[in-house]
């Protein structure tokens, strides 16, 4: 099992900046990332990291602003959003797989989900 705590959302102006900080604990994921889910949408993909081969995924959305990173001593994922617009509005939702190969993009590849953290981008 694998245990993820998210922290960071909040209430940001167009433009602006927030991180976002994913906490896991438990057994190993190679695989960690992060999708949203906007009101009456699907939760869709953002952005993810497979340490073991140090690959990183974005979605073509957030190409360019965000940033996800990892703190392997602290086991610990990081989402850097910069330029931030009303359209990024959503709960941010952390994910984890043991998962080292595929398309790690899908919902379906991910077997670990955090709580959400609201993240409201006002214009």
């Known amino acids: 099992q694998v245990q993820l705590v998210e922290s960071g959302g909040g209430l940001v102006q167009a433009g602006g900046s927030l991180r976002l900080s994913c906490a896991a604990s438990?057994?190993?994921?190679?695989?960690m990332g992060w999708f949203r889910q906007a009101p009456g949408k699907e939760r869709d993909f953002v952005a993810a990291?497979?340490?073991?081969?140090?690959?990183?995924y974005y979605s073509d959305s957030v190409k360019g602003r965000f940033t996800i990173s990892r703190r392997n001593a602290a086991n610990t994922v990081y989402l850097q959003m910069n330029s931030l617009k009303p359209e990024d509005t959503a709960v941010y939702y952390c994910?984890?797989?043991?998962?080292?190969?595929?398309?790690?993009?899908?919902?379906?590849?991910?077997?670990?989900w955090g709580q959400g953290t609201q993240v409201t981008v006002s214009s």
């Open positions: 994910a984890a797989t043991q998962r080292r190969y595929g398309l790690l993009r899908l919902r379906s590849e991910y077997d670990y």
């Open positions: 438990g057994r190993t994921a190679y695989t």
């Open positions: 990291i497979n340490w073991s081969v140090g690959s990183l």
